[in-house]
């Protein structure tokens, strides 16, 4: 293997490494040498006596404003068997959590030291997203150590997000491995579900928000409205959980066919409306409607910091017209999935909301993304799911 290049970078950059952060923007960068996009680099930063200081072993990305994501402190030779190494370890972390589903995330990113690299198992089906120009480049190494590790029915690749064009990087979604024909069934939550990773959202499903559906479970009981509902995690678990009614409202139909189909195969009743939820929460409070629980799971309102104004209005809006909906008791489970939107911010719209209504709530859970999906210390963007339970007193 030829030596890694060596990017040099600002005694700034190397101060947010050594605080713990593993980014180095584009503007910390002093030197490139000759590295190009997506290889495995030595950072470095001048020491004092003029010489240089390794920081560790990083991606590169050309086009990206995230010019480097730290994979190592160590100045080592980064290998098959190095990334292999990792790929285990969040393997035995995810088996130590004794998830009783059968999907789950195997490897988040630079929250299990592989950035840029998700791994997705759905059963017998994996998942990857590969987020970077490091990542991608080493695509078939992925499949290699999955294969090994895991023995795949299928390894799909699922990399149609929009936040890979700023790594420089085409949207593509397909079949690497294996063969996939169309939609399959998983266990999620304790319940029969229909998952199909090229078609639907995300890698198939939201696993961030799986162990939410059984945390909101527990206070299932009467009518239970779950809006933006995808293809029914929330919904379906009150439903199992003895609810009385439940609606499940999203404007994706495809989604929404999921869902009944994962009511049938569950025998569980539910009701689905396709519609705006916006406009679906006016028209039920126009209606005099009133609910047990009420869950809200948007989508992310502020995909970047100068959305967070407007994004702040429409969580406002949602919880607002949810409050005015839930009798005496009710219970609220209201998500943002909006890393730019901090918990802060979030409970201060949640307190504004109430007061509009003229309501008081209790705060029950201040919960977040599934343990499988951790947040590396250091790295706050690595945790972006907010998930309250709250009760109307
Ligand atoms: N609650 C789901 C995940 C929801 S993801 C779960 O736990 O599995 C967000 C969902 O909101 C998506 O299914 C998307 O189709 C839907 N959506 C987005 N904008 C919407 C809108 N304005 N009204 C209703 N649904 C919407």
Known sequence: MPEAHQILISKRGARRLRAGHVWIYQSDI??????SSGEVVKVVTQHKSGGSNSLGMAFYS????ISLRLITRSDIELDKDFFKSRIQDALQFRSRLNISDSAYRVVYSEADR???LIIDRYGDVVVLQTQCAGSERLKSTWIDIVSELLKPRAIIEKNSTPARRLEGLEELSGVLTGSLDGPFEIIQ?????MVDPLAGQKTGAYLDQRENHRAAAAFACGHCLDTFCYQGGFGLSFARAGAENVTLVDQSEQALEVAKENARLNDLAIETHHANAFDFLKEQQIAGATYQVVVLDPPAFAKNRKAIQRAARG???INLRAMRLLEKGGVLITSSCSYHMSSEHFEAIL????RDTGRTLQIIQRRGQSRDHPELLGVPESAYLKCYILRVL
């Open 30 to 35: 002093e030197d490139l040498s000759d590295a």
């Open 189 to 193: 939550g304790g319940l029969r579900m």
């Open 114 to 116: 592989l950035p840029g």
């Open 315 to 317: 969580y406002k809006e």
């Open 351 to 354: 307190l504004e909301a109430a």
């Open 62 to 65: 050309a086009d990206s404003q």
